[in-house]
Structures are given as C-alpha cells and as structure tokens.
C-alpha cells in the first residue's frame, strides 16, 4: 500500500485547507484511516481518525468542530478538511492507514497504523 499526501501549503489564520490521501495498492475493504501532524521540535500528534465500520470518526480535542475527516472510496482516496485554521496547526500532516480495523482504545496511537504518507506543509501565519 502506497499513500501519497497533498494539499498542504501557506495560508492565514482563519482560512481554510483540504489535504487528500491518495491511496494505492490497498487490498482489504476493511481498513481504518488516521492524520497525524508533527510540529517543529514537537512529537507526532493524533488529528483525525476514521474506522471502516460504520465510517465513526475521531478528533483531537484541539480540532474538534474545525476539523473533518471523510472518504472517498471510489477515488481510495481519504480527506482532512480544516478549517478556522490556526498558527498552532502548522505542522507537515501525515496521512496513515491500517488494512483492519484499529480498536477505539487505539485508534489514536500512531502504532495502530501500518503504512504512511510522506507528510505534507502546512504553515498557517498570524
């Protein structure tokens, strides 16, 4: 499985953003589906996740209400909506992928995920 992240850039505080995972070689219609960011001299951090089952998505309490995680499964590809953007969400964002499905009690650990994007900008100035 291959996931190619894109959509990231330089924007302003309070503008919006819409990443896409592009996801090829996948094999299992049961998958679970995360972003992670990582800021400058930060650990990777939790943003999003979405689970197969039933499409139940999760947020970062930091994101929640600004930020949406959805699919397309006839494109494979898997999206992160971000919006009322804030100099804290500037980080490179990853999109992850796991073909099963991740436990709730799991589904923000960044070792639930087998395969990842190669992570893209997003720079958001006050």
């Known amino acids: 499985v291959q996931l190619q992240a894109s959509g990231g850039g330089l924007v302003q505080a309070g503008d919006s953003l819409r990443l896409s995972c592009a996801a090829s070689?996948?094999?299992?219609?049961?998958?679970?589906m995360g972003w992670f960011r990582q800021a400058p001299g930060k650990e990777r951090e939790f943003v999003a996740a979405l689970r197969w089952s039933g499409g139940n998505t999760y947020y970062a309490d930091s994101v929640k209400g600004r930020f949406t995680i959805s699919r397309d499964n006839a494109k494979n590809t898997f999206y992160l909506q971000m919006n009322s953007l804030k100099p804290e969400d500037t980080a490179v964002y990853y999109c992850?992928?796991?073909?099963?499905?991740?436990?709730?009690?799991?589904?923000?650990?960044?070792?639930?995920?087998?395969?990842w994007g190669q992570g893209t900008l997003v720079t958001v100035s006050s």
């Open positions: 992850a992928l796991r073909e099963a499905q991740v436990i709730i009690t799991r589904i923000r650990e960044a070792s639930s995920y087998d395969y």
């Open positions: 070689g996948r094999t299992s219609s049961v998958y679970s």
